[in-house]
């Protein structure tokens, strides 16, 4: 019996970590970070899939805020931002997709866990973390409508 009971933990400890080590049920964070000169906030609301949203953040010149979460099957945090004092320049974006695609082209790996985007006067950036450099994926929009770019 003992010996029964220790092979099952075995396998159980195993299998979960096999488990932590596919995308689906893997840690994973959103940081949005303000780069806005000027010592403008950011206003940020976010929402994962239909689910209820965040509160809305008013973010500090170079504060930075995260979500933290599991990745599980279809997994999709979209978030809206404005740019402060007037907040009329706005930006909508899918800010995580839980797809390896998008991990990888959008976010640059999952080392470390986190899809870093960052709000600077001329558009919303995104880090690459294999090489650690920002890349423009939207420019500031001042229509009320909202565009998805992924």
Not at 82 to 102: C, L, M, R, T
Request: glycine share 8%.
């Amino acid at each position: 019996m003992g010996k029964t009971l220790i092979c099952f933990f075995f396998l159980f400890f195993f299998s979960v970590q096999k488990i932590d080590s596919l995308l689906v049920f893997r840690r994973f964070n959103i940081s949005i970070w303000n780069r806005l000169s000027g010592g403008k906030k950011l206003m940020i609301n976010c929402r994962q899939g239909k689910g209820e949203a965040t509160d809305v953040v008013f973010l500090p010149f170079n504060g930075q805020w995260t979500i933290y979460f599991r990745i599980y099957p279809r997994t999709l945090i979209w978030c809206n931002i404005w740019k402060g004092p007037d907040y009329v320049q706005h930006a909508h974006f899918n800010a995580f997709i839980g797809k390896e695609s998008f991990i990888h082209n959008v976010c640059g790996g999952r080392k470390p866990n986190v899809c870093l985007w960052q709000a600077q006067e001329d558009g919303v950036y995104v880090r690459n973390n294999a090489v650690g450099t920002f890349k423009l994926m939207l420019k500031w929009d001042t229509n009320i409508s909202t565009n998805i770019l992924f």
